[in-house]
């Protein structure tokens, strides 16, 4: 069992910056990807950023340039530092986590980010 705990979320105006954290506990050595996901009001959830063991990124094209994911294996914890935040980029973010082949999947319980324009 993997716990994720999200931290960092808030109300921000447009070109503002915000830092998430997520916080691992548990078998986190069983994990392969760490990543963010976000759901707006009336939309699906998508995928923001995932990283893996390796460090290898991968990052939705509409945060492209703006958001970074990042992670400090000491602490087990991953960071989406999110840039020049934009009105659209309203939405409750999650930390994710799998294991290979999404054979066991985990997620926190969300933070809002709110970006007044």
């Known amino acids: 069992q993997v716990q994720l705990v999200e931290s960092g979320g808030g109300l921000v105006q447009a070109g503002g910056s915000l830092r998430l954290s997520c916080a691992a506990s548990g078998s986190t050595l069983s994990i392969s990807y760490f990543g963010w996901y976000r759901q707006a009001p009336g939309k699906e959830r998508e995928l923001v950023a995932r990283?893996?063991?390796?460090?290898?990124?991968n990052i939705a094209n509409s945060v492209k340039g703006r958001f970074t994911i990042s992670r400090d294996n000491a602490k087990n914890t991953v960071y989406l530092q999110m840039n020049n935040l934009k009105p659209e980029d309203t939405a409750v973010y999650y930390c994710?986590?799998?294991?290979?082949?999404?054979?066991?999947?985990?997620w926190g319980q969300g933070t809002q980010v709110t970006v007044s324009s």
């Open positions: 990283i893996n063991t390796g460090g290898s990124t």
């Open positions: 994710h986590a799998n294991t290979p082949l999404r054979a066991l999947e985990y």
